[in-house]
Every structure is written in C-alpha cells, then in structure tokens.
C-alpha cells in the first residue's frame, strides 16, 4: 500500500514538473531605459537613405531616379548630462571613423580624433566641433545618425501591460507614438495602427539580452507636396535589444521609416518613395 502511494506521489510530481516546464517564461521587458551621467561606451551606427522618383505622363514613364547615401560613423561616447527620465541631454564624442558613401564617391566627413559636442532637446539639436560651430552640412547629418538615447519615450511607445513571452504581440501605444512624431505630422494621419512583438532572447553573451520588434503604419493620408495635395502612406520599422536585467540600458537600436507619396497635376504624376535606416549599438 506504502509503494503505490509512494509511486502515486512520483508520478504526480513528475506530471506538475512536465507542466510547469511547457509553461512559457514571462519577462516584464521595461524598453525605456535610463542612461547615467558619466557613462561611456563606444557608438557604432550606419545611416542609409534611399529616394526613388519615378515621372509619369499620361501614365507612360517618362523618368525614373534612384539617389542612395550612407554613413559611418564609430565615436567614443561620454554622457555629460542627462534628463529626470535618463534620456542623454548632453554628451561628448571622439570620432573613430566618420564617412558619407554615394553612388559617386566616399567622402571622409571628420578625421579620427575630431571632439564632437551634442545637446539634445525637444526643439532640436545643436552640436560644435572641436569647440566650433559645426557648419550646417554637416549638422545635416549628425542629426540623423546622433540620437539623444536612452529615457521613458521608447518604453511609453513599445512596453507592454504585463509581462511576457517569446512570440507574443501586443498594440504599440499609439497615442505616445503621435507623440514622437510631432504635432504637424500626427495632424495629417487620422488613423494608425502599430503591433509589437517579442522577438527573441539571446543568451550567448556576457548577459542574456531580448529583442522586440515593431511596426506603425498610416496607411492613408493626404500631405501637401509641391504646393500640390498628395495621396501618402507611412510604415515606421523599430527594433530594440535590451539586457533581461532591467537595470542596464539598451544595447542595440535600428528604426527605419519607408513614405510614399502620390502627386499629380493634368496627365503628369509623380511616384516618390523614401526609405530611411539608422542601425546602432552601444559597446560598454
């Protein structure tokens, strides 16, 4: 009697075991993470832009364009200041490798060494170089490929209510999303829709880190271009790397954005799409 019991509770504990094992792993992810004053870590991050423009006349193609650039751009980073929410206000760069590469040439924009200043803020940023004003062609493309990182706004965009799973979705929080875009631009779509997933966990390196993708898209909307009303349509990509330990900022971030926009006047129309990818990671 003693040994079936016995067997009995042997074979339940092995039935909760199996049980709890097949029940997935939930993480509460926080993706808006602080950065501290005083830290440091080496940038790597591309920028591509790529703009085609295809004219039509009595809808035969008349022209077709494609113009592409890319940036390089490695730097030793020292964070200066940050906001009460851990989003960088101010921080100092020493630049390893910065380059523009066309379908022309490559240009060496700052020599190794250069000391790049950066102040980030809501109206805009401003950046010197080696203590000097930076001149506006290359303010032009500091802004695209130096970010104020770090703070609340990602996770105010992205979180999720609860924790979760690999594989799970849930909705972006599209309300902070209008938010980043702007108040001129949120104006123009009256709908947008934006779905979040947990991508992965990678548990190879130092710590275990997760990935969460997104996509927002306005499908629809009306902008004027040229003096002229034009149908467009925006898909914004996101994709975040965090530590599991929430206590670390991000590791790696990649946003890329894709617009269409349709103009005509008479029998002439004009097809323009422009596809923007900023890729970056944080080695500390």
């Known amino acids: 009697m003693q040994i079936r019991n016995f067997s009995s509770l042997v074979l339940c504990v092995a039935l909760l075991t199996v049980a709890a094992a097949s029940q997935p792993i939930k993480h ?57 929410d851990g989003q960088e206000k101010e921080k100092q760069l020493v630049i390893r490798d910065f380059r523009r590469i066309t379908q022309r040439d490559t240009v060496d924009l700052l020599p190794t060494g250069t ?22 062609s290359i303010v032009n493309i500091l802004v695209e490929v130096i970010k104020g990182e770090g703070g609340s706004r990602t996770g105010n965009v992205l979180d999720a209510k609860k924790p979760v799973a690999v594989g799970e979705k849930w909705k972006m929080n599209i309300a902070a999303f209008r938010k980043v875009l702007g108040p001129d631009m949120s104006k123009l779509m009256k709908k947008i829709t934006g779905v979040v997933t947990f991508r ?16 927002a898209e306005a499908p629809k909307f009306t902008l004027v271009f040229g003096q002229v009303p034009s149908n467009a349509s925006l898909v914004a990509d996101f994709s975040l790397t965090v530590p599991l330990d929430t206590r670390f900022p991000p590791v790696g971030l990649t946003t890329s954005t894709k617009q269409r926009i349709v103009t005509a006047q008479g029998v002439a129309r004009m097809e323009l ?5 900023r890729s970056a990671s944080f080695l500390r």
């Open 28 to 84: 509460e992810l926080k993706l808006g993470r602080g950065v501290k004053e005083y830290d440091r870590y080496l940038l790597k991050t591309t920028y591509e832009s790529v703009t085609q423009t295809k004219m039509f006349i009595s809808d035969i193609l008349r022209g077709d364009t494609t113009e592409k650039m890319s940036v390089i751009l490695n730097a030793q980073c020292n964070v200066v200041s940050v906001t009460v």
């Open 115 to 136: 000391k790049v200043r950066c102040w980030f803020s809501d109206s805009g940023s401003a950046y010197t170089i080696n203590d000097a004003p930076a001149p506006d």
């Open 200 to 215: 992965s966990i990678d548990s190879t390196g130092a710590q275990p880190t997760a990935t969460v993708a997104a996509r």
């Open 273 to 277: 799409e422009i596809s923007t990818n």
